[in-house]
């Protein structure tokens, strides 16, 4: 990502009238790899980067080896993480009233002070009722529940309406509003929990990594305007692979 940086630096000089007529600026692959080289990245950097991405995403044990295999102090207490994925594997198992109670033990500022995610922890847990059938149990809960907080905030009538609407039809493939059964729904109000732990904690609620990917996919796309370079085309693999000219 730096190297990027810095080579886009470089090339800025190919914008003059001469230089925009010729061809693309060709990067060989011996002075690209030349240029990894001399970009020097600390091991302590890496290795905080590293992590991040561990305590964010709750690898609990890996974070633990990590700590004792590079030395690399965690933001936060390991333990909270524990207690943190508790929580989230309640919401993505559909146990949203025993995520609330964890929440709840854990910090009982955090759905207090944000009614958002309280709402759509109440909304999750219409969506589980509906799920298994408990039709009477829903409308009741819909109705005493959320339906007050539904009066005061428009957006939250109109998810509550959304979802309400899929009582209405007996087959819910057909219904607008069915993907709110879909476990990606669960994932979404899991990993909006989960953000909201780590805000509550003082820790950033988003990995570092995956942002730093991104910002090296637009930097390649930048300098894919100017030159042709061995670039990266799956970060999966992290290979180099050579332009086609």
Known sequence: MFLSRIVLR???SIDSPASMASSKK?????EW???LRDVKIRKEDM???VMNFLVTEGFVDAADKFRIESGTQPEIDLATITDRMEVKRAVQSGNVQEAIEKINDLNPTILDTNPQLYFHLQQQKLIELIRVGKINEALEFAQE????RGEENQTFLEEIEKTVALLVFEDVKNCPYGELLDVSQRLKTASEVNAAILTSQSHEKDPKLPSLLKMLKWTQNQLDEKA????INDFTTDALEDPSI
């Open 10 to 12: 470089d090339l800025n």
């Open 26 to 30: 060709v990067v060989t692959r011996d």
């Open 33 to 35: 790899e030349r240029k």
């Open 47 to 49: 290795n905080r980067l």
């Open 145 to 148: 529940e959320l339906a007050p």
């Open 228 to 231: 042709a370079y061995p670039r």
